[in-house]
């Protein structure tokens, strides 16, 4: 995100811990490509909230407080479906517009965002990036006596997926 404070106009935070699910036939991604079905795979992501963590814990708190994590203590992403961007016959990494929905602080927007989807040895790699306005979710830009935060956030993600254990 942004904010108005010039040493610090741009700040960041990170969690590496995503659980979910992808429910995938066996020629995904590829049978994504031209099949209406195989585009919509039952897709759910959860991320607790106060796993996010920036470096600062005073920032990791105020963040925190800001997003109401007692009563809402996960962002959660659902997908509708994957729409193609590329070409039919592709192979490796490949493209997608991801259509789904994003929930923070418990207001659901759908959205879309454009995804790389990659099938090695097995496992699966979902890559991308979106911006996101607090305010689409209700939430205003954090601000504290001369400190304020912009509404855009970017986000970032790179979502490892391996079979489920037999």
Not at 118 to 125: C, F, N, Q, S, V
Request: no cysteine; glycine share 8%; net charge positive.
């Amino acid at each position: 995100g942004t904010s108005n404070m010039p040493m610090h106009d741009k700040w960041s935070m990170e969690s590496i811990m995503v659980t979910g699910f992808m429910e995938v036939d066996p020629a995904f991604p590829e049978a994504a490509l031209t099949n209406p079905a195989a585009a919509k795979p039952v897709t759910q992501v959860s991320i607790p909230v106060r796993s996010y963590k920036s470096g600062n814990a005073t920032m990791d708190s105020k963040m925190q407080g800001h997003m109401q994590i007692s009563k809402f203590p996960k962002i959660e992403y659902r997908l509708i479906e994957l729409k193609p961007t590329s070409p039919a016959g592709s192979t490796g990494a490949l493209k997608f517009d991801a259509v789904g929905t994003l929930t923070i602080v418990g207001k659901t927007v759908t959205n879309t965002m454009p995804v790389t989807i990659e099938k090695k040895d097995g496992k699966l790699r979902v890559i991308g990036s979106a911006s996101v306005k607090m305010s689409s979710h209700g939430l205003e830009p954090y601000k504290f006596l001369l400190i304020s935060t912009g509404d855009e956030l970017k986000i970032t993600y790179d979502w490892a997926l391996a079979p489920k254990a037999k």
